[in-house]
């Protein structure tokens, strides 16, 4: 009797849940590897490691990752031995910024002005070049806010340094923009890439809170410049499976923030607002088969994300159109512990179903 494909998912998060619950529709049975090893050589040639990785590439047919943190050696390693996507090239651009950023210019791309520092004097130069205000960052790790400092005056400058210095940073100059926008797409083995529509995020300290889809006011035009970027992207990269672009909508055009080379927040949306969602697209490109439709299923579909605690979320379930999304976790200040998508035939229906689904959190 024939048995489906395996597919094997470097960590063992709400992704990889979501990746799996998409998978089995598709007959895909899922292993996970929780157990990541650090990025040294010690750890990664330790007999423990090799043997949990043998275990590990014996029980799968092909391999994801569901973070951008996965230490790109162990992706090259599997990839001796297992088809792996997105390719390891994908990882080890979007770990750092400096080289995140120069890709992209190299392909046409609008990013913020960006300066790669390594000391103080570095940093101060690269203010009396790029300008003030301006947000400091480390080039590689931190997400959600972490590692980030805003420069607004020349006395932020050396505390910023102390706060997060003392290893190499980015500085970028401020983008005025008048939104946060994200494209998802998709890209097959084969070539072929579809696209999500543009899709507006609001933060709160640093936090993606909540998704609207599709964004507001968008022209044919900006939904068509913000594929071509991300289609530019995954072609130079040879990229295969889900990613996400985070985007600024200015008064010029968009301006490219950064990348995740993974399914991301901001596409969660699709599991009840589109025709196929993007853990299913995941899925069918990492098992060479056609990709789904990429179109709205829903006039609009909004996501909030719950973050910190759940609140009353049982109340939520009696808002119509409201869909639950829990994944398993504790709660702990600042962290993602499930989400709730909310569709509705008006952006105005949306709107009010929404903040319904927020009041019922709280009473």
Not at 24 to 53: I, K, M, N, W
Not at 97 to 123: D, H, M, W
Not at 129 to 154: F, H, M, N, S, W
Not at 297 to 308: K, Q, S, Y
């Amino acid at each position: 009797m024939s048995v489906g494909p395996v597919i094997g998912v470097i960590g063992a998060g709400q992704l990889g849940r979501m990746l799996a619950l998409a998978g089995t529709r598709l007959g895909a049975r899922f292993a996970f590897y929780e157990d990541v090893p650090s990025s040294t050589s010690e750890t990664l040639g330790s007999l423990y490691h090799q043997q949990q990785l043998q275990a590990f590439m014996a029980a799968v047919d092909v391999v994801t990752f569901e973070s951008e943190n996965t230490p790109v050696a162990l992706v090259e390693q599997i990839a001796q031995h297992k088809p792996i996507f997105p390719p390891a090239k994908a990882l080890f651009i979007a770990q750092h910024r400096g080289r995140e950023k120069s890709l992209l210019r190299s392909l046409g791309i609008q990013t913020a002005p960006f300066a790669v520092v390594t000391s103080l004097a570095e940093l101060q130069a690269a203010v009396e070049t790029i300008g003030l205000p301006a947000v400091l960052k480390t080039t590689t790790e931190g997400y959600d806010g972490k590692g980030q400092a805003v420069l607004r005056r020349l006395d932020d400058v050396q505390s910023a340094w102390q706060a997060i210095g003392n290893r190499e940073l980015i500085l970028e100059g401020f983008v005025r923009f008048s939104r946060e926008l994200s494209m998802v797409a998709v890209r097959s083995q084969q070539g072929d890439s579809l696209c999500y529509p543009l899709v507006e995020n609001r933060h709160e300290a640093g936090i993606l809170r909540v998704t609207q889809a599709p964004a507001a006011a968008v022209s044919s035009a900006l939904q068509a410049q913000a594929e071509q970027m991300v289609k530019a992207i995954m072609d130079e990269l040879d990229y295969v499976g889900v990613m996400a672009l985070e985007l600024f909508d200015t008064a010029e055009g968009l301006v490219a923030n950064e990348m995740a080379p993974r399914v991301h927040n901001s596409g969660h949306w699709s599991q009840d607002g589109a025709w196929t969602d993007q853990f299913e697209n995941h899925c069918r490109a990492l098992l060479g088969l056609p990709l789904g439709d990429a179109g709205m299923a829903v006039p609009h579909c909004a996501m909030l994300n719950l973050i910190g605690d759940l609140g009353h979320w049982q109340n939520a379930l009696k808002v119509p159109h409201a869909q639950v999304h829990l994944y398993d976790k504790a709660p702990r200040a600042g962290r993602k512990l499930g989400h709730i998508n909310v569709t509705a035939n008006t952006e105005a229906e949306l709107i009010e179903r929404l903040a319904l689904v927020q009041r019922c959190l709280s009473e």
